[in-house]
């Protein structure tokens, strides 16, 4: 029988733990953006974080919404597409490994973890099928 783990996490320092809980893992990350919330909720925790993600060799693929192009800078080892607002949900959605997290970026952020290889297929897959018909960076 496939396991199934799940939790909850609330907060700045919760949510930071499961950042670095992706770095430790050292799988390729599939990030649906809802925006461009990490870089605003986290600062300089966001540059030291893709630079280690970087030096660790661990690759990551970003769907944004199309109206922050312009915002998005340019990270090693780090794709980025853009669809339009239809596609976003107002949660990121991030999966790596057999790991789905959902969260929400509000003032006391929120975010669900899900450990589980079939949900973690699906919500893999849907990504896939988005980023195969989205637009490059240029």
Known sequence: KESLDAGIFVGRKALKS??????????????????LQFRYFFGPYFVQ???KRARLGITQRT????????????????QRKF????????????????NCLFVQ???????IKIENAGIACSHLNYFNALWNSAEAKN
């Open 18 to 35: 499961l950042f670095e809980e992706m770095l430790e893992a050292g799988q390729p990350l599939s990030f649906l953006a809802a925006n």
């Open 49 to 51: 974080w893709h630079k």
């Open 63 to 78: 769907i944004f919404p199309e109206d922050v192009r312009s915002e998005v800078r340019q990270q090693e080892l780090w």
């Open 83 to 98: 669809v339009g607002k239809g596609y976003i949900s107002p949660t990121t959605t991030i999966v790596y490994g057999d």
């Open 105 to 111: 970026w509000t003032k006391e952020p929120l975010a």
